[in-house]
């Protein structure tokens, strides 16, 4: 069974640092971008990075270019979002997800698996 | 960059009524890379249809997609109650980065 599972999220004040985790399980990692998306409070979905198989290319929403950084440990088959210079505005839950692309056989586009999320809330 | 609007933002029917959600692009999409998730409360979203109208694994038959170019549509045929959500629908785009319509609530009239 494919999981995804977030964890570090928590009260931060502004300016601080946060790094979030997601530990995946029940695929091979190591084949699969992975997403990070977030939704504010009583909004809609927001993407926020992605990385490929290997960390060789990421890829991040404008608004958090230059203070959150996305890795992976392949070995550890887990994920991470290191987010500096935290705002008000970064609050929400932050999903991770992962990316389905091309197969030998088509190209779709779509985040297949989730997980459950994990609340960041800056605020002083 | 490429804007989703998804329209209307709350449609309020009854359960067994037709609902029709509308996801325009700003540009054309490729059918390929549009789909459309499902959110309740406290969950995270779950994934429909994908490039444009193909049904995820699981997903029942009422449920479809539709369009292409600019428009697209998700339309679930009779509404049972668990159907009571807000689906998103989702393009990849030339930028390599991916973007989400603002989402529709569709609620218990």
């Known amino acids: 069974e494919v999981q995804l599972v977030e964890s570090g999220g928590g009260l931060v004040q502004p300016g601080g640092s946060l790094r979030l985790s997601c530990a995946a399980s029940g695929f091979t990692f190591t084949t699969y971008w992975i997403t990070w998306v977030r939704q504010a409070p009583g909004k809609g979905l927001e993407w926020v990075a992605n990385i490929n198989q290997d960390g060789s290319e990421k890829h991040y929403v404008d608004s958090v270019k230059g203070r959150f950084t996305i890795s992976r440990d392949n070995d550890k088959n887990s994920l991470y979002l290191q987010m500096n210079s935290l705002r008000a505005e970064d609050t929400a839950v932050y999903y991770c997800?992962?990316?389905?692309?091309?197969?030998?056989?088509?190209?779709?586009?779509?985040?297949?698996?989730w997980g459950q999320g994990a609340l960041v809330t800056v605020s002083s | 960059e490429i804007v989703l609007t998804q329209s209307p933002g709350t449609l309020s029917l009854s359960p067994g009524e037709r609902a029709t959600l509308s996801c325009r692009a700003s540009q054309s999409v490729s059918s390929s890379f549009l789909a459309w998730y499902q959110q309740k409360p406290g969950q995270a979203p779950r994934l429909l249809i994908y490039?444009?109208?193909s049904r995820a694994t699981g997903i029942p038959d009422r449920f479809s997609g539709s369009g292409s170019g600019t428009d697209f549509t998700l339309t679930i045929s009779r509404l049972e109650p668990e159907d009571f959500a807000v689906y998103h629908c989702q393009q990849y785009g030339s930028s390599l980065t991916w973007t989400f319509g603002q989402g529709t609530k569709v609620e218990i009239k």
């Open positions: 997800a992962r990316e389905r692309r091309c197969s030998t056989t088509n190209c779709y586009y779509y985040f297949d698996y």
């Open positions: 490039g444009a109208s």
